[in-house]
């Protein structure tokens, strides 16, 4: 029995036979099961095969950033598996489609729906059924006092105001400030349909009272949903599953190997839970199924594997059980079994464990017998018995459906079989659900006969060693913002599809997600604040097990290495392009190779080693992006040191050895899922996959073939015109500004929003600006900072000459006065004949040591104003 937060000893895999095992790469893994790195082995004697099984989602509502964080990182993981080591990955996802919270909104949803249709005019009815809403809502709110009428409403929420100014409020108080608002929607419609009379809109009013008066109708007419109602149940899951995977392509995630559903898993399910009975881990109660943790340590088992510290967490076991379940009483009475919260301190309310309405008298909770109650608090439900309302399945104890945490151990075992290379999902799900994954797999797959033949405590626990189902957890850190953590229960999340689209065109500004840059609604404001790319470049430079902070700062670090990575591959495909034309033409292209070449190769290599060290390293993705932007600026500072100029014109630097490394650094990002470019071509590919807009812009191949010819002739022509008029300088210096105003106009502004860059280079020795194809936005963006940068410059250089002017002022007016004036004002009385005080205001003698200090001061300023004098001829 686990008492503190030890966890158990893990077993390493065992290796492959001898010539296997060098072919596997140095990998380590940060390992759940172990808190620590260790040493990557695969179940498959060949070393080739690796079985994967990640948690897929609830699909109830929106996918959000949090979702976006755990599977796009996921993705990354799988993609370097795959692409980077060769492993052949077998990746499973499940899909929960068979979930209390799926059962409770879509008979929400279901109830509202009809609800409108029969109401489509707020009437009485609909007036009166609200009404009842708020009063049965506010039931359910912790400290809301009964009988609180509507217009009672603001006395009441006032004694909560400061939820609404704090900065840090817990969970709970989070739920309870939602409430509240929610409560105070309904307030708000009813009071305006009083004043309203007839002339209320309907569509206003329901999205008002939405989240109030659906949850009250999904309970109040949960009864008259029967078995023939299903689809209500199957279509609610299906829209929002098509919307998830939408979400996830769109994020450029690969698809899983294997799609598991658990509608489509019932029969398995079933045999799942029936074997875990039969091997003496399980028992019914009045139609339900509970693992008996209890029994399963008492023959070796250990419970809550990765985080034994919460073994006795009820409060968090109770959240696992799901927001339909009705708590049966425990025949262990002892205070130290009951369940009690797991923070006691914070005020209980109906959305911190939602519990369903009370179930008709003939479900309603059996009396604490020994016959109907369970074993221990902390057996946890595997198969539920189903109520009115809800969705069920035949079985040998009755009408009901898996429960939550057994469909993943039933599916995952159904596809992958008895063990399991690697196990993941976010971190909030390493308990309960994960812990209770691995002591229900360990308990199908219990070899009894083993159990049987020894006696000894140690050789049980040791038996029960021989069974890993589970060989390497891996969990994907938290995603928050302004430090609270993104939830769907909190109401504290951005969906993806947000996320990703561009701010409407009127708005002045959109808040960020880092909640404090915002973006202006000039030219840009129409490119979407975030990008697919750009969430991955987030999630990989936060790294995969620890939580990210989305901060302005990280945003910031975020834009500038994916600007350094796109100027680095327009300025390969710009040379090329300039190469490539040279050589159509005839003309011989030099190819060297020197010590710079050779530097160029040896950064390369070592970019390479470093990048294997870095990914051996338990995925190490903040170092991998660091390892390309280091590379990048290195071959940067390359071709800038080579490049030609007036007194080098002969200067070289090798394209090829460039476009080289472009092409690795290619190969790497496509392995990471940020470019879609094969690894013999450079860049980030074609970009609308991965919702970057360049289809938008024009950024595709084609299109960029055919403008070149006329932005070349365009290019052409300004270069020129620019020559003449610098030439023209001395003679024409109004007409010479007009035209050299004009080229810039064309380069910054008409080309600028055409997605061409021109880089203008030395005229004097031949060399035409360099042309770039970027997007519009990128290009609008860097403008834009470019003219801010130079307007601010302008406005402190504007400030400094107003000081100067002032000081010099100052320093003028200080300098006219006669010395023998500068002191004859109302803090002396009496002065001699140079000036200088005798005598303070009242009469009293100025003292011989200030007469001194006034001395000093009468003499420079003599000096001052005898230079002034000279200055002005006086």
Known sequence: MSTSNNQPTWRPPSLPPNGTTSALPPLTIYNSLTRSKTPFIPLDPQGKKVTWYCCGPTVYDSAHLGHARNYVTTDVLRRIMRDYFGFDVHFVMNVTDIDDKIIKRAREQWSFDNFKKEHPQIDKDALSTTLKAYAWFGSKTHTFPPSLTPSSFESWAQTHSGLFTSTSLSDDDVKLKNRILSLRAVVSALSSSSSAGDEVDPEGFYKAVQPVLSEYLGDSLKSTITPSHHAIFTSFASTWEHSFFHSMSTLNCLPPTTLTRVSEFIPENIKFVEKIVENGFGYEVDGSVYFDIGAFERRGGFYARLEPGNRDNLGKLAEGEGELTVPLPSTTTSSSSAPTPSNPSSPPTSSSTPAAPSAAPSQAAPPPTSQFAKHNPRDFVLWKKSRPGEPSYPSPWGPGRPGWHIECSAMCSEVL????????????????????????????WFD??????????????????????????????????????????????????????????????????????????????SAPEWTPRKLRIVFMSGGWKNGIEVTPAMRKGVESWESSVSNFFSTIKAL?????????????????FREGEKGVFEELGKAQANMHAALCDSFNTPLALEIISDLIVKTNIYMKENQKTPTNPSAYFSLA?????????????????????????????????LGNGAGQEGGGEGKEEIAMPYIRILSKFRTEIKALAISSKSTSPELSSQLLALSDSVRDDDLVNLGVSLEDRNISIGEMPLIKFVPASELLAARDEKRRIQAEKERAKEKAKEERERAEKEKEEKARVRPEEMFRNEMYSEWDEEGIPVKDAKGGEVSKGLRGKLKKLWEKQRKVYEAWQRENGQ
Do not use: C
């Open 417 to 444: 079989g008895s063990r399991v290379d690697i196990h993941s999902g976010g971190v909030d799900l390493a308990f309960p659900h994960h812990d209770n994954e691995l002591a229900q797999s360990e308990a199908y």
């Open 448 to 525: 009894k006969g083993r159990d049987a033949d020894r006696r000894e405590a140690a050789d049980r626990r040791e038996g029960e060693k021989d069974h890993q189902w589970v060989n390497y957890f891996i969990h994907m850190g938290h995603l928050s913002i302004s430090g609270s953590k993104m939830s769907k229960s909190l109401k504290n999340f951005i969906t993806i599809d947000d996320a990703l689209a561009p701010p409407p065109p009127s708005a002045s500004s959109s808040t960020t997600l880092s909640n404090s840059v915002t973006t202006s609604s000039s030219a840009t404001a």
């Open 576 to 592: 090329s392009l300039e190469q490539d034309e040279l050589e159509s033409s005839g003309k011989r292209v030099e190819h060297l």
């Open 657 to 689: 050895a460039v476009k080289e490394v472009g092409r690795w650094i290619t190969k790497m990002l496509s392995i990471f899922g940020l470019s879609n470019n094969s690894s013999d071509q450079i860049g980030w590919g074609d970009e609308r996959p």
